[in-house]
Nanobody, 115 residues
Framework: QVQLVESGGGLVKPGGSLRLSCAAS????????MSWYRQAPGKERELVAR????????DYAESVKGRFTISRDNAKNTIYLQMNSLKPEDTAVYYC????????WGQGTQVTVSS
């Protein structure tokens, strides 16, 4: 049974930091490209950051470059998203995604950036 379980969301003030985690199980984690997406109210889901399986290379949305860092720990079947210098426009539900030939999604974790 495939599971992607996100954690670490919450309420933070502008300029603050959060670290999201996504614990994976039920598939060969190290073989999958792992990503974080987000969806704000009334908007489409968008890619935030991606880390590839073999090379470990990363991609980021322009809006988060220099502020967010994605990483993975294949020994723990977990990916992380370190989010610094958070802005109100980062407010969204953040979803973990696993992709190879099949795509899996987590249930999402709410991040709210507000004073």
């Amino acid at each position: 049974q495939v599971q992607l379980v996100e954690s670490g969301g919450g309420l933070v003030k502008p300029g603050g930091s959060l670290r999201l985690s996504c614990a994976a199980s039920g598939f060969i984690f190290s073989s999958y490209t792992m990503s974080w997406y987000r969806q704000a109210p009334g908007k489409e889901r968008e890619l935030v950051a991606r880390i590839r399986s073999v090379s470990g290379s990363t991609d980021y949305a322009e809006s988060v470059k220099g502020r967010f860092t994605i990483s993975r720990d294949n020994a723990k079947n977990t990916i992380y998203l370190q989010m610094n210098s958070l802005k109100p426009e980062d407010t969204a539900v953040y979803y973990c995604n696993a992709n190879r030939l099949t795509t899996y999604w987590g249930q999402g974790t709410q991040v709210t950036v507000s004073s």
